[in-house]
């Protein structure tokens, strides 16, 4: 069935550099590939998504990247701030059929001052 | 986005009993969703809850156990029945648009603890 991989589990960074967490899918027809920000005790957040007709968006620090021939997604956080420290999911679904949205295992990144 | 709610928030149950969750959207969305997140763990897709219809369940989960209504575009609950302490986990409903743009946005959550 679909899978979503994701790397690493834990994540520490200084604040002020860049943080990065990768993807893998499974499902060669996924095309919609959202990412959440889940804060301990919240909901999770839709924070930015990639539709499989672009490579790149970017939304002040935050920018995600998709490979469609390799089936990797990628977000990027830049001068990382304490309020960044949450667990981040990724997500792949087939948008245009209102499919399901798999998620993968979660990162915990955490900013260290 | 879609404004959501869940009730209850929490709640501590005894086994064998059964708990009703609902969710309400302040607007109609086409799709309604209820997920389980057990303590440091992902998101779990239960089922999709169908406006008029009989819920599509995942893997692993039956109406049984899990038996979900949806009488509007509005409105779906999911009832948590015969409960262990397995159970013990967070609930989440969530909500979607088909059309040009779909984005899905979850509900606040309901911690149950089953004792």
């Known amino acids: 069935g679909e899978n979503v991989e994701q790397h690493p589990s834990t994540l520490s960074v200084q604040e002020g550099d860049s943080a990065v967490i990768k993807c893998t899918y499974s499902d060669s027809a996924s095309n919609y590939f959202p990412w959440y920000k889940q804060e301990l005790g919240k909901r999770p957040q839709l924070i930015i998504d990639?539709?499989?007709?672009?490579g790149e968006k970017k939304d002040q620090r935050i920018a995600v990247t998709l490979n469609k021939t390799a089936k990797h997604f990628s977000l990027h956080i830049t001068e990382t701030q304490p309020e960044d420290s949450a667990v981040y999911f990724c997500a792949a679904s087939r948008y245009s059929s209102a499919s399901k949205i798999i998620f993968g295992s979660g990162t915990r990144l955490s900013i260290r001052p | 986005s879609a404004v959501i709610s869940q009730k209850p928030s929490r709640d501590i149950c005894q086994r064998g009993t059964s708990l009703t969750i609902q969710c309400q959207v302040d607007s109609q969305v086409t799709m309604m969703f209820w997920y389980r997140q057990q303590p440091g763990q992902s998101l779990t897709l239960i089922a999709t809850a169908n406006q008029g219809s009989e819920a599509t369940y995942e893997s692993g989960f039956v109406i049984d156990k899990f038996p979900i209504s949806r009488p509007n575009l509005t409105f779906s609950t999911l009832t948590v029945s015969n409960m262990s302490p397995e159970d013990s986990s967070i609930y989440l409903c969530?909500?979607?648009?088909?059309?040009?743009?779909?984005?899905?946005?979850f509900g606040p959550g309901t911690r149950l603890t089953v004792t």
């Open positions: 990639i539709r499989s007709n672009v």
């Open positions: 969530s909500v979607g648009r088909t059309g040009e743009v779909y984005e899905q946005y």
